[in-house]
């Protein structure tokens, strides 16, 4: 089964896609968030498009484990996409992805400067995490 991880942010969010056989994640795409509805049509549509059987979405923790405000958005987006998408939605948290990312662009001569680029990297190293628990 194919998955997508998602990495949600204020801006941007992150995408990635597994192999068909749910093995390997990679980085997909960045959206450039506009609203709550438009966001969530065009995930509805990459999950139809690329037959997608799940969708892992990463959740910001604060360091010591509670749920701060960018989490508190994030599970109000989440909870809309548990309502339109027709595949379960799974949360993780998201703890040092981001870093994760930035930490692999740079040792594969990525840019160094924090962007969006490094959103759906942070999608893919949340979605492995995922795959290597299954």
């Not at 998955?3 to 960045?30: C, E, N, Q």
């Amino acid at each position: 089964m194919r998955y997508m991880g998602l990495d949600i942010g204020d801006r941007w969010i992150g995408v990635a896609l597994s192999d068909p056989s749910g093995k390997l994640a990679s980085p997909f795409t960045i959206l450039e968030r506009s609203d709550d509805t438009a966001d969530l049509e065009t995930i509805n549509a990459l999950v139809t498009e690329n037959r997608v059987g799940g969708v892992i979405a990463g959740l910001p923790r604060m360091l010591n484990g509670s749920v701060g405000r960018q989490a508190e958005k994030v599970n109000t987006f989440i909870d809309k996409l548990r309502d339109e998408l027709p595949v379960q939605v799974e949360v993780r948290d998201e703890w040092l992805t981001t870093v994760s990312a930035r930490r692999i662009m740079q040792e594969t001569g990525g840019k160094k400067a924090r962007g969006k680029r490094d959103d759906a990297v942070a999608a893919a190293v949340l979605l492995q995490a995922f795959l290597d628990e299954l």
